[in-house]
Structure formats: structure tokens, C-alpha cells
């Protein structure tokens, strides 16, 4: 595996591969809804051009309201995903960054819930940064 760049756009070879990684920081994963959205139509459509069998996504951001309007995007597609039977398609990671003791507790008090107390997704977030080794060794 080699990791280089960034070169070009940030969808410019996302598509010419059977697995790709998105990793965005903080307002860095604006362009990253449109090449989710991109790849989740295509891939329903079963466009024969698509080469892409698996996203892994992750983003990193220091405050819990970033997460608010890209949340919106990934429930819808963790409920298209669903109703297809097509969960191993994407796997997402959201780590919070900055965060504090009152999130901690909050957290620890919903954590049982179905759903994220910060986000609403089914996928529990991440707090502090991603041990990057260990996310490689999956």
C-alpha cells in the first residue's frame, strides 16, 4: 500500500479503485459529500463504470456542531444502506477531537442508546484522534 499527495481534486482517482479511504479534517470534508453521494448513486444504480465495492471514511473534527449538517448525509445513507441490505458498502469513523468532561459524561449516560448522542448515527463516535496503525491492521 502507498500513501501519497495530496495531487489534484479530492474525487480526481477515488473512483478508479475497488477500496478507497476518504479522510477529511474540520470544513476539509465539504468536498467530501458530493464523492460519497457520487459513489453511493452510482453504486445503487449498479453503474458498470464504478470500480468501487468499498468506502472507508473517516473525519476528524475538534466541535460537536460540525457534525450536524454531514450528519444528515450519512443517515440517509446509512438508511438507504439498510433497506438494501448493502451495509458493508461504507464504513465511517467520526472522531471528536476537542472535547471535554461534559461531553464525557453525557456521553457515558446515552451510551446504551441506539443512536450517537452527538451525531444520531447508528456509528458511535470516537473521541481524540484515530490510532492510525490500528486502523491500517483492519
Not at 474540520?26 to 452510482?42: E, N, Q
Not at 468506502?55 to 450536524?68: D, P, V
Not at 449516560?109 to 473521541?127: A, C, M, P, R, S
Amino acid at each position: 500500500m502507498g500513501v501519497d499527495g495530496p495531487f489534484g481534486t479530492a474525487s480526481e482517482d477515488v473512483f478508479d479503485y475497488e477500496v478507497s479511504m476518504l479522510v477529511g479534517a474540520g470544513i476539509g470534508v465539504t468536498p467530501f459529500a458530493s464523492i460519497l453521494k457520487s459513489i453511493w448513486y452510482r453504486f445503487k444504480d449498479n453503474d458498470p463504470k464504478l470500480r468501487t465495492r468499498k468506502i472507508y471514511f473517516y473525519w476528524l473534527c475538534r466541535e460537536t456542531h460540525a457534525f450536524e449538517w454531514f450528519a444528515d448525509l450519512l443517515q440517509v445513507l446509512e438508511k438507504e444502506m439498510e433497506q438494501r441490505g448493502l451495509w458493508d458498502f461504507l464504513t465511517y469513523k467520526l472522531f471528536l477531537t476537542g472535547w471535554d468532561q461534559s461531553h464525557a459524561d453525557h456521553v457515558m449516560v446515552h451510551f446504551d442508546e441506539d443512536t450517537d448522542v452527538v451525531t444520531g448515527l447508528k456509528q458511535k463516535t470516537h473521541y481524540g484522534r484515530p490510532s492510525w496503525d490500528k486502523e491500517f491492521e483492519q
